[in-house]
């Protein structure tokens, strides 16, 4: 089985309403998969499937062939696998560098942080991490904001902030929960340089994101989700000229495929 995320027929119904349907889908290394669909499309319980905070009623969520437990979130840290939230998840009352190491902590001694709270921490340890981190935050030029309280920060350098941390727990599969909800425009080239940067590092990205222009400008393979299940998938250029994609995801009317990517 290839490295990254395979998703195989997954599903889940509460009560009578099936919210996913056989849902099968992969995020392989090095490569960013996009989901898109409209509002209801089951995008999020997906996400909260994948990352341990809902039980599927049936299929397999699998990470460089290991096959993660279902609905246990807090044992996704080791499986290597990261996610961030479509609300900013961020630890206010912290600085961002300790932020940014709480990412960090989360993987050491295989996610016990309670054990690293607790337990006798090496002055070796709280260096490495603490290095580790502010090597991050250099990399996506928010060295300057290390000693700055994370909740003083302009929006889109706290989700900048949350993703960095995610990167600090060294994943091998990230869930990036519409990452651009809330963003100012400007903000849109710093955050698909981040979500590039993870593929480049070899991470497999699974991109659910609502941003047409930032789903098309920087992924591989779009899958689209409609009323539970995968309505099709393929290249951008392929989703973004199925009128099965335009009509359930715009809804009939005049809509052209450059509309769509703007």
């Known amino acids: 089985m290839s490295a990254g995320l395979q998703i195989s027929g997954v599903s889940k119904a509460y009560g009578g309403l099936q919210v996913l349907r056989d849902v099968t889908l992969r995020a ?6 996009a989901v898109i ?6 995008k999020s319980t997906l996400a909260n499937v994948i990352s341990g905070f809902v039980t599927q009623d049936a299929g397999t969520v699998v990470v460089n062939g290991a096959t ?16 961030t939230f479509q609300n900013l998840e961020v630890f206010t009352g912290m600085t961002v560098l300790q932020n940014v190491a709480m990412g960090a902590y989360s ?3 295989g996610g016990h942080l309670a054990d690293l709270v607790r337990g006798p921490r090496s002055r070796r340890d709280e ?11 250099d990399r996506f030029g928010l060295e300057g904001r290390a000693d700055s309280l994370v909740e003083s920060l302009p929006f889109g350098e706290a989700k900048l902030v949350e993703m960095v941390r995610v990167l600090a727990m060294e994943p091998e599969v990230v869930v990036l929960d519409e990452p651009a909800a809330g963003l100012p425009p400007a903000s849109a080239l710093p955050l698909a340089q981040t979500i ?9 990205v699974l991109l659910i994101e609502h941003n047409m222009k930032l789903v098309m400008s920087i992924s591989e393979h779009v ?22 994609v335009i009509e359930a995801y715009l ?10 990517t703007r």
């Open 37 to 42: 669909g409209p509002n209801g499309a089951g």
């Open 107 to 109: 993987r050491q001694r």
């Open 223 to 244: 899958v689209v989700l409609d009323q539970g299940q995968v309505l099709t998938e393929g290249t951008p250029t392929q989703v973004q000229q199925d009128a099965r």
């Open 196 to 204: 590039a940067g993870m593929a480049a590092d070899g991470i497999g």
């Open 28 to 33: 392989p290394a090095g490569s960013i998969t």
């Open 127 to 137: 260096r490495e991490v603490h290095e580790a981190a502010r090597a991050l935050l």
């Open 68 to 83: 993660l437990p279902p609905g246990r979130a807090m044992t996704r840290a080791a499986r290597r696998l990261g996610r």
């Open 251 to 260: 809804g009939p009317g005049p809509m052209t495929t450059e509309e769509l």
